[in-house]
């Protein structure tokens, strides 16, 4: 069984992400620099019982792995950001 803990390492708090959460209906996520976008899909569905309808990932200067997320429209990532405590 894949640890999912393993792959999404936490929640990214920035002003900027404030404006994804509320306009696009996206979340940050800091995750594990080997994950790739259907591990991360699989793991954020099932950690928080989501739709996923698209992921990008970017490797940041400081060397971690970013996974922006869009959230079907029937999920509300402003929902999902109250449950983790980041809004």
Known sequence: MVNYY???KKPLVTENTFD???DQNKLV????RSANKFQIKQAIENLYSVK???IN????PSGEKKAL???HPNDSAA???IKLGIF
Not at 29 to 32: A, D, Q, S, W
């Open 6 to 8: 393993a792959i999404i």
């Open 20 to 22: 994804l959460i509320e």
């Open 29 to 32: 996520f800091i995750v594990e």
């Open 52 to 54: 996923i309808i698209k």
């Open 57 to 60: 990932t970017l490797i940041t």
């Open 69 to 71: 997320v869009k959230l």
């Open 79 to 81: 929902d999902l950001a």
